[in-house]
């Protein structure tokens, strides 16, 4: 049972960058793993997910922007964000597998002047 712990949120002004982290405590190199966000009153969605080959897809709103990337040597996942807009406020949270059933607390990140 691989738990998944997300960090690297916080406060950012338009424009700025993040780095998120999602730290599982076994291996993920067998996993298909995808970040995730949600904001207020809005669905849960998809915005990057890595293949287990590190084959990358970026929901339209953040190609070009944000990068997903993986070291499996590390058990981590990581989630590169630029050019911040106050669109990208949600929690973010990390998953693995293509259909996720139990999710952990999450990284806020806000971004505002």
């Known amino acids: 049972q691989v738990q998944l712990v997300e960090s690297g949120g916080g406060l950012v002004q338009p424009g700025g960058s993040l780095r998120l982290s999602c730290a599982a405590s076994g291996s993920i190199a067998t996993y298909y793993m995808g970040w995730y966000r949600q904001a207020p009153g809005k669905q849960r969605e998809l915005v990057a997910d890595i293949t287990i080959s590190g084959s990358k897809n970026y929901a339209d709103s953040v190609k070009g922007r944000f990068a997903i990337s993986r070291d499996n040597a590390k058990n981590t996942v990581y989630l590169q964000m630029n050019r911040l807009k106050p669109g990208d406020t949600a929690v973010y949270y990390c998953?693995?597998?293509?259909?996720?059933?139990?999710w952990g607390q999450g990284t806020q990140v806000t971004v505002s002047s």
């Open positions: 998953n693995m597998g293509r259909f996720p059933t139990h």
